[in-house]
């Protein structure tokens, strides 16, 4: 079984800092997702990486895939109130006709106003 | 657009009752995945389908769970006999196949079992 750890489990912040959260794995991935999840709500998707050492940008938000394609990093600078919320990683399995998705436990972040 | 969308949002039952969720995908995708997700935990995969064939089901957390995708299209999400372990979030996503596989995720269906 392919297991995400993600770090750290809780993060609360004040407006305008900078933070990161990691997603790390034993595994290599083909792919791997970046998700925010409100309370009660289903998980809206933030990117999608697949190349090792690919990097992407989302405003204020940095996505990094590793080289090896088994851990990334989520960099939001600046942070805003807005932000708030679960942020999951989640790797898709390779193997022929496996295409389910494996979550992380989630970075809660809070950004104070 | 209309994205992935579930029914009901909501569903408060009775240990031991039958309890059915629906989940229309995205219009053109034709793979659609069932998670269920606990309190502090991620997204739990329980099964997929492309279109109407069930291709993986051993992730399904026992023989009272079983989905159905009849015509390719929407699909159901049963679970009989419910238990109040069964309480949770049941999320559906769609995808198409072949380029990045990137899953889309419905609102989610909260199941309270008393």
């Known amino acids: 079984t392919q297991l995400l750890e993600q770090s750290p489990q809780f993060l609360s912040i004040q407006e305008g800092e900078n933070l990161t959260v990691y997603c790390n794995s034993s595994s290599v991935f083909s792919s791997l997702q970046w998700y925010r999840q409100e309370p009660g709500e289903g998980p809206v998707l933030l990117v999608t990486?697949?190349?090792?050492?690919e990097v992407k940008k989302l405003k204020r938000l940095t996505f990094q895939f590793g080289d090896a394609r088994k851990d990334s990093s989520l960099h939001i600078t600046a942070a805003q109130p807005g932000d708030t919320g679960l942020y999951l990683c989640a790797g898709a399995e390779s193997g022929a006709g496996s295409y389910q998705l494996t979550f992380g436990k989630g970075t809660k972040l809070s950004v104070i106003p | 657009d209309t994205g992935v969308s579930q029914d009901p949002r909501h569903k408060i039952t009775k240990r031991g009752q039958n309890v059915t969720f629906r989940c229309d995908p995205i219009s053109e995708h034709n793979r659609l995945y069932w998670y269920r997700q606990t309190l502090g935990q991620g997204p739990e995969f329980l099964t997929y389908?492309?279109?109407?064939?069930?291709?993986?089901k051993s992730r399904l957390l026992s023989d009272r769970f079983s989905a159905e995708r009849p015509k390719g299209s929407f699909s159901t999400l049963e679970i009989q006999r419910t238990e109040q372990g069964d309480s949770a979030m049941y999320l559906c996503?769609?995808?198409?196949?072949?380029?990045?596989?990137?899953?889309?995720f419905g609102p989610g269906t909260r199941l309270l079992v008393l």
């Open positions: 389908f492309q279109n109407e064939a069930q291709l993986e």
């Open positions: 990486v697949v190349t090792g050492g």
């Open positions: 996503a769609s995808s198409l196949a072949g380029g990045l596989e990137t899953q889309y």
